[in-house]
């Protein structure tokens, strides 16, 4: 199982860097489509059903689509002139690793000293915890009865309902920029 | 259900009537129309902002000493969201900002003749993404918000698309912006990965758990390398070095009135987003995230205030400016990490409430010189300007040395707070490197009345006309200025009041 789970982990990366690193953008397109696969399958191995299919339904069958309208009605000749390649990438790359690695040591070398809990606790009472807890347990207890589009449903309109609202406007006011800055006339 | 509760309606109603009034908005501008029908939208959007900014203000009067109503904790992942005092200073100073802004808009729109409805959905969207992130206790809940404020700025910025700069400069900010929003997720997903949930308060439940167990160890690489990356998305919005590279071009680039907004309230939403993530969630890691914090303090306001005294380009000097002021509102927020009072938290709002009428009225003034075929950004623009129009001149000055900190403008109080929160968390060389680069940044404030005062303006120059909306908006930042520095003490118990619930 390990082995199966590195193995599509490889793959999905290999994938991405497929996806920034081929010299046409149909292989790129090609990448992505294989890439999404992946992580269909992980959500699917992850027993996230339903997840997995709206993956597949809305990533690699619409979005995926659309990119390769994209590509079909631009210039590919002019996409594949632009390619650069920079000089200071590799300084830059070292950089990014050393400064990467520095951050890193100082994580684990740093002092941590645990301030008194009590002071910092946001429930103070130790009841509220304890219902907390509760909750979260029956609300697993009943999760495991529930079939994967209802345990997706409650999340997403229960706990989330708030946020979910929130990317309605999000997602309109993505259309409408799209609109406005396409529009010819102001 | 949470949501039905009537309290749930009167406490989001600015949310909502903001959201209400961006559909009218939009639903307006969809008609055809003359230009005075589109200005009528701008009168409009006027009302609606002053609108919400009086509910915002009377929900913060109705929270109660507790500063939290149970019904919207949120603590406990209710629906992802909270009303405390925090988010109510937050949201009033957001609100406070896009007034202004669209009274400073109204003479821009007439000179370039570039007035639409859509300008005024964007920005009333982009306001309702700041609400959501000043108010967010979860990690997705305050990426939803910071996507919608992104969005709509990214839109506004490109907002005059014919001309170069403007697609430019919004061009580098929407591909750097998608970019750290990207890696905010990557963040994200770590850190739920090492904690299983992506609730700030569950979050600093789980961090606290494994410090009191397993010690400094027990925190683990993908928790902390989930932060640092969470973290450099935010200091990307909050345009702190070294991640302000887009600022200067982008702020070049936009309309003037939209410049100003992008200076003071998605930087504002930034910081409440850095405030409520770093001092509610991760409060336990205090001692990693204040040294890293404290480090991009020092080089944003060195670097910040250094390239600013190059600039010739009174825009790109106050975007620079600009950046200086971040971080000095970062050392409050280190502040607030470092200590157990509320006192860094309460400067940083007090300092962004301060910096939203200077820095607004300082770009105001460039509006005022703005003429056909001109934006009256150069420095070159402001020769003799004392003789031209006097008031404005000293009205200048007033928002310049309150820039700069100096007595009795409300930017030194602003300063001032910033100064003891940190000296109260024994920040010394913070409080050093605030002082030194303060002292700096009058160099190019003063280049500005120097061209003011001593330089001779160009003979036959009209003196410029401001119109009455933006006239207002500058009287009320000068006044504002002078008033919080004279009598500062109303303002300072207001900033007070925003009291992160769960800290």
């Known amino acids: 199982m390990t082995i199966g789970w590195i193995l599509l982990s490889l793959m999905i990366a290999l994938c991405a860097l497929g996806v920034v690193l081929a010299r046409s953008p149909i292989s790129s397109a090609i990448s992505l489509l294989i890439g999404f696969v992946g992580v269909a399958i992980l959500y699917l191995a992850l027993k996230a059903e339903f997840v997995a299919a709206v993956q597949i339904l809305v990533y690699a069958g619409g979005i995926l689509v659309l990119y390769l309208f994209g590509i079909m009605l631009t210039d590919n000749e002019a996409l594949r002139l632009t390619r650069q390649t920079h000089l200071q990438a590799w300084p830059v790359f070292v950089l990014i690793l050393v400064l990467f690695l520095a951050v890193g040591h100082k994580l684990y070398h740093s002092d941590y000293t645990p301030q008194q809990p009590d002071s910092l606790l946001m429930v103070t009472d130790q009841s509220q915890v304890q219902a907390l807890q509760d909750r979260l347990a029956q609300e697993a207890a009943a999760a495991r009865h529930a079939t994967n589009p209802q345990r997706v449903a409650r999340v997403l309109y229960g706990d989330y309902l708030y946020p979910f609202e929130a990317a309605s406007v999000l997602l309109l006011v993505a259309v409408l920029g799209a609109v406005f800055l396409a529009k010819k006339e102001v | 259900m949470p949501v039905l509760h009537p309290e749930f309606w009167r406490l989001l109603s600015p949310e909502w009537v903001l959201v209400c009034f961006g559909t009218l908005f939009l639903l307006l501008s969809a008609l055809p129309a003359t230009r005075g029908a589109k200005r009528a939208i701008g009168v409009m959007a006027l009302f609606g902002f002053a609108v919400v900014l009086v509910l915002c203000a009377q929900t913060l009067a109705a929270l109660s000493p507790g500063m939290h109503v149970a019904a919207l ?73 910071l996507e919608t404020m992104a969005l709509s700025v990214y839109v506004l910025a490109a907002y005059m698309r014919r001309q170069e700069p403007s697609v430019e400069g919004a061009t580098k900010y929407f591909l750097l912006g998608a970019f750290s929003s990207g890696l905010y997720l990557y963040g994200t997903s770590l850190i739920y990965g090492a904690t299983g949930t992506v609730q700030l308060g569950a979050i600093r439940l789980a961090l606290m758990d494994r410090l009191a167990h397993g010690g400094p160890a027990a925190v683990g690489f993908p928790l902390a390398a989930g932060l640092v990356i969470l973290s450099v998305s935010l200091l990307f919005k909050a345009a702190l070095v070294p991640f302000h590279w887009w600022t200067p071009d982008a702020y070049e680039g936009a309309a003037t009135p939209i410049t100003a907004f992008m200076s003071v309230a998605p930087k504002a939403a930034a910081f409440a987003m850095l405030l409520r993530i770093f001092v509610v969630g991760f409060l336990p890691l205090a001692p990693m995230w204040t040294g890293l914090l404290s480090l991009v303090a020092v080089l944003t306001m060195a670097w910040g205030n250094i390239a600013a005294m190059l600039q010739n380009n009174v825009k790109r000097m106050l975007a620079y400016s600009s950046i200086a002021h971040a971080g000095y509102a970062l050392v409050g927020l280190v502040a607030a990490g470092r200590s157990q009072s509320n006192q860094g938290i309460a400067a940083v709002a007090f300092y962004l409430l301060v910096y939203a009428f200077m820095n607004l009225g300082a770009f105001g003034l460039v509006l005022y010189l703005q003429r056909e075929g001109s934006a009256g950004d150069q420095m070159d623009d402001f020769d003799g300007l004392i003789q031209r129009s006097p008031l404005m001149a000293v009205l200048m000055i007033f928002f310049l040395l309150s820039l700069g900190g100096i007595p009795p403008m409300a930017g030194f109080l602003g300063k001032l707070m910033i100064f003891y929160s940190a000296l109260d968390a024994r920040l010394y060389l913070l409080v050093v490197v605030l002082a030194v680069t303060s002292v700096i940044s009058l160099y190019y404030y003063f280049r500005v009345v120097y061209h003011m005062f001593l330089k001779e303006g160009a003979p036959n120059l009209p003196a410029p006309s401001a119109g009455r909306p933006l006239g207002w908006s500058l009287a009320l930042c000068g006044v504002a200025v002078l008033a919080i520095g004279l009598y500062g003490q109303p303002f300072l118990h207001w900033a007070s009041q925003a009291v992160l619930l769960g800290r």
């Open chain 2, 73 to 145: 904790t949120g603590l406990d992942g209710q629906i992802g969201l909270t009303v405390d005092g925090f988010s109510q200073v937050f949201k009033f100073i957001f609100v406070l900002g896009a007034l202004l802004t669209v009274l400073m808009s109204f003479k821009y729109l007439d000179v370039e003749k570039a007035w639409t409805g859509e300008y005024f959905t964007f920005l009333t969207f982009a306001v309702f993404g700041m609400m959501v992130m000043a108010s967010g206790v979860d990690l997705l809940t305050l990426w939803v918000g």
